[in-house]
């Protein structure tokens, strides 16, 4: 990830993938990352490779565990 205010950035396109699944999508909480959308309760990020993912855990788990520390 690349702060909006540097070049290279892909601040403006994830934006951009927000208002569209704002418009398209059920009403909810979603993650805009990478050229996916992800559903807010079960997005991680992995802080090696610095994308996201959907987790198999939901974000109600009360053991949820971190994979990385």
Known sequence: MVPATRRG??????????VVAAQVLPRGVYVAMNGQIFPGATVEKDPHTGFFYESAMTGNDENRTRRWA
């Open 9 to 18: 950035s892909d601040a403006q396109f994830n934006l951009g993938a927000a």
